[in-house]
């Protein structure tokens, strides 16, 4: 199951391994249509493989701003803390 983060632990969650993040809303359908796609992922691979997380950007406003996120859904990957592909 994914786990939801918030600007405040998004740092401590996502700076060791490789975790996939998921920018997300509530009111935004494509997030939705792919929701069941990274439940499903986050079933098959193990968190010391990788680690899927979500964001809501409306609740948590700061770290997608900082990574200069416009539109959702978006997916960043980051690799001991390090972005490798967005």
Same mark, same amino acid.
């Given at each position: 199951?994914?786990?939801a983060? /918030? &600007?405040? &632990?998004?740092?401590?969650? /996502?700076?060791? !391994?490789? @975790? ?5 809303? /509530?009111?935004? !359908?494509?997030c ?15 968190? &010391?493989?990788?680690?899927? @997380?979500?964001?809501?950007? &409306?609740?948590?406003?700061? /770290?997608?701003?900082?990574? $200069? ?11 001991? $803390?390090? @972005? @490798?592909?967005?």
């Open positions: 199951m994914t786990q983060i /918030t &600007d405040k &632990d998004f740092a401590t969650e /996502t700076d060791e !391994g490789l @975790v996939l993040i998921d920018f997300w809303a /509530t009111w935004c !359908g494509p939705r249509m792919q929701a069941p796609i990274l439940e499903q992922l986050s079933e098959e691979y193990d968190e &010391d493989e990788v680690k899927i @997380v979500k964001m809501d950007v &409306d609740e948590n406003p700061a /770290t997608p701003a900082s990574f $200069g996120i416009m539109s959702i859904p978006t997916l960043l990957l980051k690799k001991d $803390g390090e @972005v @490798v592909e967005k």
